[in-house]
């Protein structure tokens, strides 16, 4: 058991932060050893006179980046990271906090992740593979994970596909790419307000960018109709970042349009307080592309996801993939497989659907007790909520102080084509429950006269 060295100043806060950046830099020092076995968080917590939900938290976070090891009776110990490997890309003045990706409103809880069924599922596929499955595999994918894709997308989502229309692909980023190099130039309409990450993705697809006004039910079809465009991106299951959903009249106006649909089935493994929604894809499969992927319910960093497509285009798209880079890696392919036959996919998603549920109503229960002049919305599904500031609130201002508290947060404003009133976006997928009364307090103090000029 490691009797450990920290230095925390209560005064400055967010000690769960404080401690996770201290056994960080312990790690990566050498001054704990691989393999060394770290204090029960009730004993660091009782020895540092902390709240115990502080230490969890700090050991969670270490572990989702890789540092920690821990397992139900062997304790928490130090992972085997070389001294001095730095696996985060610390700015200055980020006192050890996570990437620019990490603060991503729509980020899982990477702590959260599956490790034991997962690794049980690889290690299932290593000892059962011929050992020509290991060769150059179906650039769309290798069968069997196509075809459990297929069956689980016809039972879940209420989508009518098959396996041979089926493509794997690396995320619905990497998805977008190849379906732009088959389609080659055209006229894409996007949601308004929408992702602005993956326009710099579209524009140099190829695609010359439609902007669509949203509204309480999606996407404005009247409007989508007298733009012009080709194709429309759009999210109905749940909306970034606004979290509407798409009305029924909507779908319905939307399959009548009669032009090419791509449907990114954002978020909706998560649904709390509404009904299931199906696909779009399920009411014209002949003219819709279904993108989805594994990054929020397991984690981004499997780049693991799939494209529904009609035929001919499922045809091209597998072709342009076979030229381009020769599929995705397989032993991820067959585990995935393995994890979905099983049933330890779906009983993952309940799992994580009820703790991000409690973690969500946690934080909106603390706002609406200590910022009732925010409006809070796009809660019914998804791993984000949408918030409507005071007019005289400054979004940049909101974003940094949410941040410096822990919450994931991003500014609307990028996401804009037309100008807007201010909001953010945060995601509660990373923030405990027990921490979001101390989070909604310390906003309130920061944006007290943080206000724009």
């Not at 006192?95 to 990490?102: A, K």
């Not at 596929?125 to 994918?141: C, F, I, K, Q, S």
């Not at 970034?240 to 909507?250: D, E, I, K, Q």
């Not at 030229?323 to 036959?341: M, N, T």
Request: with cysteine; glycine share 10%.
């Amino acid at each position: 058991m490691a009797d450990l060295h920290l230095n925390l100043d209560r005064r400055k806060g967010g000690l769960a932060a404080q401690l996770a950046a201290e056994l960080r830099a312990s790690v990566r020092d050498g001054r704990l050893a691989p393999g060394a076995r770290l204090p029960a968080t009730r004993d660091l917590a009782a020895d540092l006179a902390l709240s115990r939900g502080v230490v969890v938290e700090a050991y969670e976070q270490l572990v989702a980046e890789g540092f920690l090891i821990s397992r139900v009776g062997h304790g928490t110990r130090v992972a085997d990271v070389p001294a001095g490997r730095r696996s985060t890309r610390e700015r200055p003045g980020s006192r050890g906090r996570p990437n620019d990706y990490q603060e991503r409103a729509t980020s899982p809880d990477l702590g959260g992740f599956p490790r034991e069924r997962w690794l049980a599922a690889v290690r299932h596929v290593l000892g059962t593979l011929p050992a020509d499955a290991l060769d150059y595999a179906d650039p769309g994918g290798v069968p069997e994970l196509r075809e459990e894709l297929a069956g689980y997308l016809r039972r879940v989502r209420a989508a009518d596909v098959r396996p041979d229309d089926l493509v794997v692909i690396g995320g619905v980023a990497h998805g977008l790419s190849l379906l732009l190099q088959v389609l080659g130039r055209i006229r894409l309409a996007v949601e308004d307000p929408s992702s602005h990450r993956q326009f710099p993705l579209l524009l140099r697809g190829g695609a010359d960018l439609v902007p669509v006004p949203t509204d309480d039910e999606g996407v404005d079809v009247a409007a989508l109709a007298a733009s012009g465009a080709d194709a429309v991106l759009l999210t109905p299951a749940h909306n970034y970042p606004t979290g509407v959903v798409l009305s029924p009249a909507r779908r319905a106006a939307l399959i009548a349009w009669g032009k090419l649909v791509v449907e990114d089935d954002y978020d909706a493994e998560f649904r709390f307080d509404r009904d299931p929604v199906g696909c779009l894809q399920g009411l014209a499969p002949d003219r819709v592309v279904l993108t989805g992927s594994v990054s929020k319910s397991l984690a981004p960093g499997l780049r693991l996801g799939w494209m529904a497509a009609p035929a001919p285009l499922a045809a091209a798209v597998r072709r342009v993939r076979g030229e381009s880079d020769l599929g995705s890696p397989v032993i991820d392919q067959y585990a995935l497989a393995h994890f979905l036959r099983t049933g330890g996919y779906e009983r993952h998603l309940r799992r994580t659907r009820r703790e991000y549920r409690r973690r969500r109503d946690a934080l909106v229960g603390a706002l609406a007790e200590h910022l009732p002049e925010i409006r809070v919305r796009g809660i019914e599904a998804g791993l984000h909520a949408y918030l409507d500031l005071p007019a005289d609130w400054d979004e940049a201002a909101a974003v940094a102080a949410a941040r410096e508290l822990g919450l994931a947060a991003e500014a609307v404003e990028p996401m804009r084509f037309a100008p807007g009133p201010p909001a953010v976006v945060v995601g509660f997928a990373r923030l405990p429950a027990h921490r979001a009364d101390d989070v909604a307090r310390g906003l309130k103090v920061r944006m007290s006269g943080q206000t724009r000029d």
